[in-house]
């Protein structure tokens, strides 16, 4: 199938990907008295005198907007908020297919972070969480933070902690089978980008033992001013690369066991794949055209390889991950979504992958069971952090 040719014509059928039911019947004088008014001026009171009732009175308690300023959209780059919306519909009903959460698009005519943080700050009130998509780095990691700081809801940017709780998951269940250990691999990362940066950070915290940042300037190194390095890259770059490798990115694949792709099509070679350890790992995740394909990959030597492609083995899909963390955020009224509660995320994927196998590394994305197992770790974890208002 031409995935692109039909995805056009199925979007000029569907006219949208999601829509508003009501979940009342207003058929009658007294149905109609009881979900409006006069009847629902009671509700209105109950929640002016404690605002926390909307979390009960309301469907608040289980909504979400996936907010984007089109400035990232999928590997299409800045094309605005308008054609950013098919993107953020199909989020929304991967929300509720997977999670049971009812997800919004909302779509941001501005880049700036002023604006964009004082918007969501005054719609915070309708939401039990937000979700931001497809915002361009850096801004992205300012947006998000100052709205974790202000708000007293869960904020999570997909494109930064999703990709990097999948990621995670997959390199655990790899490493596994090519029998390394965590502490021991050197990860290269290209792309230091929101969701670059983000894998580099979650991997520290899994206490990796050495992440390699590249982007087009090439190897990320602390105190070398000619990388002209964002204020974001700086301060990843005084976390990672050990010992201040300097060079491209076939420098540093060299003796790397671990190869994650953020970032754009074609630019690792077979001769870059065949100067890895011993059973590598290559997660080309670059969409839709990977840094390599499988093919060359594995012809080249790779153990393991992942892709951000449907079509082939080993899918590094970020949809694993978000619907069943606000599932299990939204369940206990969680304030934020901390690092417990996504390495809880990521440990719940690989632990519910069945059958593993070198082509089978993760779940299948439309697996319930790992979606229902995701909700119950992080509301573990919420629980346990005591970030949890329920």
């Not at 940066?197 to 982007?215: P, R, T």
């Not at 602390?222 to 201040?244: C, H, K, M, W, Y």
């Not at 953020?262 to 870059?272: D, I």
Request: with cysteine.
């Amino acid at each position: 199938m031409n995935y692109r040719e039909e995805s056009l014509k199925r979007h000029a059928e569907w006219r949208g990907k999601i829509e508003i039911v009501p979940r009342v019947e207003v058929d009658t004088r007294e149905k109609l008295s009881l979900a409006y008014t006069p009847g629902v001026a009671e509700p209105c009171l109950a929640i002016h005198a404690d605002a926390e009732k909307s979390f009960d009175l309301t469907r608040r308690w289980n909504t979400v907007p996936v907010i984007t300023d089109g400035t990232a959209v999928l590997g299409l780059g800045d094309i605005g908020p308008e054609a950013g919306m098919p993107v953020m519909e199909g989020k929304c009903a991967l929300f509720k297919a997977f999670g049971g959460v009812d997800a919004f698009p909302l779509c941001i005519r501005s880049k700036d972070p002023d604006e964009i943080v004082r918007t969501i700050e005054l719609l915070a009130g309708s939401f039990g969480g937000v979700n931001l998509e497809d915002i361009s780095a850096p801004r992205c990691f300012e947006i998000e933070r100052r709205l974790k700081e202000d708000l007293d809801i869960p904020v999570f940017h997909d494109d930064q902690h999703g990709t990097a709780i999948v990621a995670a998951a997959a390199l655990i269940n790899a490493l596994n089978l090519v029998g390394k250990e965590m502490e021991t691999v050197r990860v290269v990362i290209n792309g230091a980008g929101a969701a670059g940066i983000s894998i580099a950070k979650f991997l520290l915290k899994m206490k990796v033992g050495d992440v390699i940042l590249c982007d087009r300037q090439g190897i990320l190194c602390a105190g070398v001013p000619s990388l002209g390095l964002n204020g974001a890259q700086a301060e990843i770059a005084l976390q990672t690369n050990r010992d201040r490798r300097v060079g491209s990115l076939a420098d540093a694949m060299k003796g790397a066991d671990v190869f994650i792709g953020v970032s754009g099509p074609n630019c690792v070679t077979k001769e870059m794949v065949k100067s890895m350890a011993r059973d590598a790992v290559v997660f080309a995740c670059a969409n839709p055209v990977p840094e390599i394909s499988r093919e060359d990959a594995l012809e080249a030597g790779a153990a393991i390889v992942g892709t951000g492609s449907s079509e082939k083995p080993n899918q590094i899909n970020n949809v694993l991950v978000f619907p069943g963390l606000f599932r299990g955020a939204l369940d206990v009224r969680a304030r934020t979504i901390n690092d417990e509660m996504m390495l809880a995320a990521s440990r719940a994927i690989a632990a519910c992958t069945d059958g593993l196998g070198r082509d089978h590394i993760l779940p299948y994305a439309y697996d319930l069971r790992a979606h229902a197992a995701v909700a119950k770790a992080v509301a573990e974890a919420a629980v346990q952090t005591g970030v949890n208002k329920k």
